[in-house]
């Protein structure tokens, strides 16, 4: 496995590949340097998304999730750039109670990656894996544009 990161308004963030594949990204420091092609790709379309240039990831991810997470994760990878979900959408469309939603949702390995940040709680903001935690979380919908955001 190789891992890189860069910095972002929201602090660093680093992204790791492994065969080829996305497989985590996460908060925190690491080399800007790499020579995998996979993670220059992943920190080049990072760095269009905090730009504003990019608004949706054409990377090769692999969450390794099954079950009802894995649905949670490739649900979250379909909420467009600037909209939100509520846990209880989400509960509605898998058939599974809101709160492993968002135990789904605070175990996904890929943030930002996979927007888990687009999803809401029905009258609060959530939580947020990210330093900062829901500030950090309101950074991204702001820049984002999400739409109906009450904050």
Known sequence: MTRAGLDTPVGPVWVEARDGLIVASGWGPASHETEDPTLAEALRQCDEYFTGSRKAFDLP??????????????????????????Y??????LGAPAQAIGQACGANPLP?????HRVLGAAT????SAPGGVETKVALLRHEGAAGLLI
């Not at 991810?61 to 509520?86: M, N, Y």
């Not at 209880?88 to 469309?93: F, Q």
């Open 61 to 86: 991810l692999a969450h390794g999730r099954s079950g009802l997470q894995g649905q949670v994760l490739d649900a979250l990878a379909a909420i467009p750039f600037g909209e939100t979900r509520t």
């Open 88 to 93: 209880g959408d989400l509960a509605r469309d």
């Open 112 to 116: 930002i990656l996979i927007p888990c």
């Open 125 to 128: 903001l959530g939580g947020f």
